[in-house]
Nanobody, 121 residues
């Protein structure tokens, strides 16, 4: 079991940066691959980025590649977001998976409550 709490969202102008954080409780955190997903109003939840349990493997959605960076530390996962665009506006969710690495939200068994990111033009 792992519990996840996101923070760091907010309002930022286009071209700006934000760093999202996800705090994980539980002593099994290091065994989980971690991911970030987002959901904009009226749209389905979509994959953003994921990182393997030991942090050596990462995957990104094409829409964020080169702008976003996922990383992890002790019981923390981060999403550094640069060159933000209005289309990045969404609720961002942190999630944990027992799979080695995956983009499939159905393979993430634990989810946080989300943090809102709003990018103004």
């Amino acid at each position: 079991q792992v519990q996840l709490v996101e923070s760091g969202g907010g309002l930022v102008q286009a071209g700006g940066s934000l760093r999202l954080s996800c705090a994980a409780s539980g002593d099994t955190f290091k065994t989980y691959a971690m991911g970030w997903f987002r959901q904009a109003p009226g749209k389905e939840r979509e994959f953003v980025a994921t990182i393997s349990s030991v942090g050596r493997t990462t995957l990104y959605a094409n829409s964020v590649k080169g702008r976003f960076t996922i990383s992890r530390g002790q019981n923390m996962v981060y999403l550094q977001m640069n060159s933000l665009k209005p289309e990045d506006t969404a609720m961002f969710y942190c999630a944990a998976s027992t799979y080695f690495i995956t983009q499939d939200p159905a393979k993430f068994g634990f989810w946080g409550q989300g943090t809102q990111v709003t990018v103004s033009s």
